[in-house]
């Protein structure tokens, strides 16, 4: 089957998760505790994760379908991209059965929600320079540092979190994740005040010498055979995760701009100036056409960068997922833009449920890279630039 075009089970999946998002209609900020429990039960929240586990087996391909829907009925959910995408991928892919077993089917029926935690206050994302580390005390892990702008850490039961320890062999610090419960000694959290009006709170995380257990380590630790342990894949696991993550908000901001431009649309045929509905004047209706073909380019791009990460083209899926990433969030933004536009002041009403958007769409631009990682990452990896830094 093409990856241009959707087959017979994804159409039916689309058409099945926008009826269930419509008939769930939300206010922005506004809990949404029940529309996540309701969507689990339903197999949406847990659809890429393993069967074995209690999954649907699929891929990211269908998880970004589900939340493009959600998105365009207007009713995102934030935490599909941080749990179930990033979180539950890399304890797919590299946790010990034990992990696995923990987590993964506790996910799957939306009952436990994992954090993700790498940005850093002077790092961002740059995992080269991330200065949380973690080192051993006997058999347990202490691990202090620094983490900001996280997501959901408080409704989440444990954060995953990103840190750097010592290779014996080199020295050198490389990267690992940690599985941290809530409510671990040490583990404290503290609300960011932000402008951008979400369920989904952001925080910074302090980790003062927090212990945690040999098995907090996803992987469980340096295998004996093959090398395949939490030690020496934390490089591996990162970008395991980072590929759905990119993927993921470019579903989040396409559906975020079919639902503004689905408003603006309907607006422009029914609203009448003079003699016919503003629609039908190009200087309106142009613009809303190119937001949409906008729209359509990055839904594409992000269907290649989906098929690509489920095949296991992990090279592949990188530069994908990077340019679905970028192509979304301008395509998110200008259509939000364009809608706001389209309503005038009504635009700007609460009634309409545009205003609020504005900000929301900035956010796909600068997280969880910006715009200019990703031009820099295209123009390194892909065209052979050299780096100017």
């Known amino acids: 089957m093409s990856t241009l075009i959707e087959s017979e089970d994804h159409r039916a999946l689309r058409a099945a998760v926008a009826a269930f998002a419509n008939g769930h209609p939300r ?23 393993p069967e074995a586990y209690g999954g649907g087996g699929a891929g990211i391909t269908e998880l970004c379908l589900v939340l493009e829907e959600m998105g365009a009925a207007g009713n995102p959910l934030l935490m599909m991209i941080v749990s179930p995408a990033i979180c539950g991928t890399v304890l797919s892919r590299f946790g010990t059965e034990a992990q696995k077993r923990e ?12 954090a993700f935690g790498i940005t850093e206050p002077d790092a961002g994302s740059n995992s080269h320079r991330i200065t949380t580390t973690a080192r051993r005390d006997g058999t347990d892990w202490l691990l202090t540092g620094r983490k900001v702008f996280v997501s959901g850490v408080d409704i989440a039961d444990a954060t995953l979190v990103v840190g750097r320890t010592e290779d014996a062999r080199t020295g050198r610090l490389k990267p690992c994740l940690f599985i941290v419960p809530r409510d671990t000694p040490g583990f404290r959290r503290r609300q960011i005040d932000m402008e951008l009006n979400a369920v989904e709170k952001q925080f910074e995380l302090t980790l003062d010498d927090v212990r945690l257990p040999a098995d907090a380590l996803v992987g469980g630790g340096t295998s004996h055979a093959s090398g395949s342990g939490g030690e020496d894949t934390g490089l591996l696991q990162l970008f395991a995760g980072l590929n759905p993550e990119r993927i993921m908000t470019a579903a989040f901001a396409i559906g975020m701009g079919r639902f503004a431009l689905s408003r603006a649309v309907a607006y422009a045929r029914e609203r009448t100036v003079w003699s016919t509905p503003i629609g039908a004047h190009q200087a309106i209706a142009h613009p809303l056409a190119q937001a949409h073909i906008d729209l359509e380019l990055a839904r594409l791009m992000m269907q290649k960068a989906a098929h690509l990460y489920d095949a296991g083209d992990d090279t592949g899926a990188g530069e994908a997922a990077n340019m679905a990433k970028y192509a979304a969030a301008e395509a998110c933004v200008k259509a939000v833009d364009q809608a706001v536009h389209t309503l005038g002041g009504n635009g700007l009403t609460r009634e309409f449920g545009l205003a609020s958007l504005i900000t929301a769409a900035r956010v796909s631009r600068i997280a969880p890279v910006s715009r200019e990682m990703i031009l820099n990452y295209v123009s390194h990896q892909t065209l052979g630039l050299p780096k100017s830094y």
């Open 103 to 114: 987590w993964l089917p506790a996910m799957a029926d939306g009952s436990r929600l994992m």
């Open 27 to 49: 206010t922005p900020g506004t809990d949404n505790t029940q529309f996540w429990r309701e969507a689990a039960k339903l197999g949406y929240i847990g659809v890429n994760l």
